[in-house]
Nanobody, 114 residues
């Protein structure tokens, strides 16, 4: 059974940093592209970052480029999202996703504390 479990969310101040983790199980993680998305209630889920199976290719939305970094550890079956220079508009629920397996995690909340 495919499972994706996000963690690392919390309160942040503008300019702060946070690292999200998504631990996976139930599939051969090292063979799949992984993505991070975010969503504000009432809005469409936004693709934030993509990483291919062997970490040779990453892509970012314009809204997070140069501030967020996606990475993965194929030995730990985990994908990460390092978020730096956070802005109030980054306050969302963040989800990891396995696009070729059509599986979402449950999400982790980032909240602006200012």
């Amino acid at each position: 059974q495919v499972q994706l479990v996000e963690s690392g969310g919390g309160l942040v101040q503008p300019g702060g940093s946070l690292r999200l983790s998504c631990e996976t199980s139930g599939f051969t993680f090292s063979q799949y592209t992984m993505t991070w998305h975010r969503q504000v209630p009432g809005k469409e889920r936004e693709l934030v970052a993509t990483i291919n199976a062997d970490s040779t290719s990453t892509h970012y939305s314009d809204s997070v480029k140069a501030r967020f970094t996606i990475s993965r550890d194929n030995d730990a079956d985990t994908v990460y999202l390092q978020m730096d220079s956070l802005k109030p508009e980054d306050s969302d629920v963040y989800y990891c996703y396995a696009p070729y397996l059509y599986h979402w995690g449950q999400g982790t909340q980032i909240t602006d504390s200012s």
